[in-house]
């Protein structure tokens, strides 16, 4: 057994690899969990975040988002319990290897888009988010906090329970990181 990386062998890093890949399996698990956490955060909303982030991914899966939207919308606030200054950036941390870059930059500056809405009440700017203008990502981070995000804190809405997500969970962070198919044939 090593007790510095420049002393492993090959032998030292198999099973490494090999419960690497066991926690890998376990990831949705993890995240499961994390959510979870989200439901001990009273924070004066509404709702819960848990219930907020459920609220959101219900609106986006109603309104036809595919996949990774919809996995987004679920886990975009998982980082209000470890980071609440920048629990945007959090969150597009832990899932841009599993989502394409677009959805990885609309999850980390959803805190600006949402801004619109509130900033003005804490001294901040509501139009902070136009500085953004004619970012590829724009439009779909500006309908993603107007039409969901904004909109998910209805106590009286039916929202799916977490089980319904599951399956997007799992296609999502079972598949392989982003982009990692091109970057084998190089």
Known sequence: ??????????EDWAPIGRKFEIFQGELVGHIVTSLNLLRTLDLGYPV??????LQTATLALRAGADDET?????IHDIGDVLAPNNHGA?????????ISPENTWMVENHEAFQGYYYAEYFGG????RNVF????????????TDQWDQKAFNRDYDTMPL????????????????GSHSKAGN
Not at 48 to 53: G, L, M, Q, S, V
Request: aromatic content about 18%; charged content about 25%; some cysteine.
């Open 90 to 98: 959090f969150a597009a941390t832990m899932i841009a290897p599993y």
């Open 1 to 10: 057994m090593f007790i510095s990386f420049d002393e492993a062998k090959a």
């Open 133 to 144: 203008k004619g970012h590829p990502a724009y439009e779909r981070t500006a309908r993603f």
């Open 163 to 178: 089980e319904a997500f599951i399956p997007f969970l799992n296609r999502i962070f079972t598949r392989p990181a982003w």
């Open 48 to 53: 819960d975040r848990y219930e907020h982030c």
């Open 70 to 74: 919809i996995v987004c919308a679920l």
């Open 125 to 128: 700017d509501p139009n902070a």
